[in-house]
């Protein structure tokens, strides 16, 4: 009976922490997963650009402002983004991981600078 209820008590714990780690590449901590597994080819990056008229809504979800917002606002979003993806913070999660935040950042200081050039603030 106790070897029975130690064997739950394993395979509960394991499926908590596979719907845990798996959760972390399905929601907002890493989005950008599911595009890692498409090889990094020069045609999946240019998929993955947004289009012209679509531009400056695409890179304000990436900094999660809102069209109202000013540049103050867009500025703590930037270093708030930058803060909480940057690759030195998840180094001991793994190689994966490191990745994943790198490629994160660079889409968050993408969509800063060219929201800093369209609106003109330094």
């Given amino acids: 009976m106790v070897r029975l209820l130690l064997l739950f008590v394993v395979v509960a714990c394991f499926v908590i922490v596979l719907r845990i780690v798996s959760g972390l590449f399905k929601n907002q901590a890493f989005p950008d997963a599911k595009r890692r597994n498409s090889n990094n080819s020069r045609s999946a990056r240019r998929k993955a650009e947004p289009k012209a008229e679509e531009s400056e809504r695409y890179y304000r979800d990436v900094l999660g402002v809102?069209?109202?917002?000013g540049e103050q606002e867009i500025r703590a979003a930037y270093r708030s983004q930058l803060g909480k993806y940057?690759?030195?913070k998840v180094t001991h999660l793994?190689?994966?991981f490191?990745?994943?935040a790198s490629s994160r950042t660079?889409?968050?200081i993408q969509a800063f600078d060219y929201l800093k050039d369209k609106h003109g603030f330094k």
């Fill in 86 to 88: 940057h690759p030195d």
């Fill in 66 to 69: 809102s069209e109202a917002d």
């Fill in 98 to 100: 490191h990745e994943l």
């Fill in 106 to 108: 660079k889409e968050i």
């Fill in 94 to 96: 793994g190689d994966e």
